[in-house]
Nanobody, 128 residues
Framework: QVQLVESGGGLVQAGGSLRLSCAAS????????AGWFRQVPGKEREFVAA???????????VYADSVKGRFTISSDNAENTLYLRMNSLKPEDTAIYYC??????????????????WGQGTRVTVSS
């Protein structure tokens, strides 16, 4: 059974930083693609960042324009954990953040429906 468990969310002031973690069991992140998405009530789930691996090595990383230069996605393959480092946070970054994993190869890493596994989400609130 696959489980993705996010942690690290919380309340932070604008300009602050947080690091989200997503620990996986029953699934290996570095085999295909994994990503972070976020969602606010009443809106669709929004792409944040993704990593695609090939033969166990990072093939490419992609970010949404809204977070480029502020957020960093990374992974610890030994710990089978995905991270999202978020710096210079803005109130508009407030959302529930979800990690996601795909069980087969894909180039469509920015589309939520392309992912097979999802965590339960962790809430990030950025105050102004």
């Amino acid at each position: 059974q696959v489980q993705l468990v996010e942690s690290g969310g919380g309340l932070v002031q604008a300009g602050g930083s947080l690091r989200l973690s997503c620990a996986a069991s029953g699934y290996t992140f570095s085999r295909n693609a994994a990503g972070w998405f976020r969602q606010v009530p009443g809106k669709e789930r929004e792409f944040v960042a993704a990593i695609r691996w090939s033969a166990g090595s990072v093939y490419y990383i992609v970010y949404a324009d809204s977070v480029k230069g502020r957020f960093t996605i990374s992974s610890d393959n030994a710990e089978n954990t995905l991270y999202l480092r978020m710096n210079s946070l803005k109130p508009e970054d407030t959302a529930i953040y979800y990690c996601a994993g795909r069980k087969s190869s894909t180039t469509d890493v920015m589309r939520a429906s392309a992912y097979d596994y999802w965590g339960q989400g962790t809430r990030v609130t950025v105050s102004s």
